[in-house]
């Protein structure tokens, strides 16, 4: 009779493909129940840091398992393999954030103007609590600021306020930014602002946006200011908003007033 040796099943890497599986309806319905179902920025945090806990060990778990296949001839090696893809995806969100860490300096409030930053209405009423304050940021934070991101200043334009504002208003509807304040100028010498909530596109984070538009004696002005209500740390997100508003700015001037 044919002796047949019982082969083994790595426990490490069910293990692994457990966790690893269970990491990631947590980060999905994390991401869903903040951005559609009205979950609080500060429950997403915690559920995303169980998420990122279980597929470290999804992670640590698989690499033991595949160690074991690998050494022993267990079986297991599937399980291994996709508790550690499950827990990558996982990880993948968490991954971004300390690459945005070392790679961005460390800022959640940007504005085009130092000297004079444009100042927040309905955001002040909202950013209670644990919230990054509604209040401009200080002189030696702001100073750090122009060194880190020298593009980000006022822009100015050879037409009218009222046209300006026409245009920076179109492309705040472009970007789908919550408009929560808009005060439109009565002419072409007159000043405009407008106050929105801005998004960011996985999560769906809270970002507060101000645009205020000046006439200048060659025509107009226009500052923003963008600020994370949650964190220390924006990511580069908010200069980034600011630099992709001007670039579709640009655009919808060209294209109303052409120039």
């Known amino acids: 009779m044919l002796y047949r040796p019982i082969q083994r099943r790595s426990e490490a ?4 493909r457990r966790f690893g599986a269970l990491s990631l309806p947590v980060l999905v319905l994390t991401i869903l129940g903040h951005r559609f179902y009205g979950m609080t920025t500060e429950h997403a945090f915690t559920l995303v840091a169980v998420s990122v806990g279980f597929g470290l060990l999804g992670i640590l778990f698989s690499v033991v398992g595949i160690a074991v296949v690998w050494e022993r001839g267990h079986l297991g090696g599937s399980s291994a393999v996709r508790g550690l893809i499950y827990g990558l995806i996982a990880l993948a969100p968490a991954g971004y954030g300390f690459w945005g860490v070392y790679t961005y300096p460390r800022f959640t409030d940007i504005s085009t103007d130092i000297a004079d930053p444009p100042l927040y209405r309905n955001a002040a009423f909202v950013r209670v609590g644990r919230f990054n304050t509604a209040r401009p940021p200080d002189a030696e934070t702001l100073a750090r600021q122009r060194q880190a991101y020298p593009d980000i200043v006022t822009r100015r334009f050879t037409i009218g306020s009222d046209q300006l504002y026409l245009a920076a208003r ?6 789908g930014w919550q408009i929560t304040e808009d005060t439109a100028p009565k002419d072409e010498t007159d000043r405009a602002r407008i106050e929105a909530v801005a998004r960011t596109l996985l999560f769906g984070f809270a970002d507060d946006v101000i645009v205020r538009i000046y006439s ?28 992709d508003f001007f670039t579709e700015l640009d655009a919808a001037v060209v294209e109303a007033y052409g120039q």
């Open 13 to 16: 890497a069910e293990w692994g």
């Open 170 to 175: 179109k492309v705040v509807e472009r970007f």
């Open 216 to 243: 200048d004696p060659s025509g107009s002005r226009i500052d923003l200011r963008s600020s994370s209500r949650w964190g220390d740390h924006d990511l580069g997100a908010n200069a980034r908003r600011i630099r």
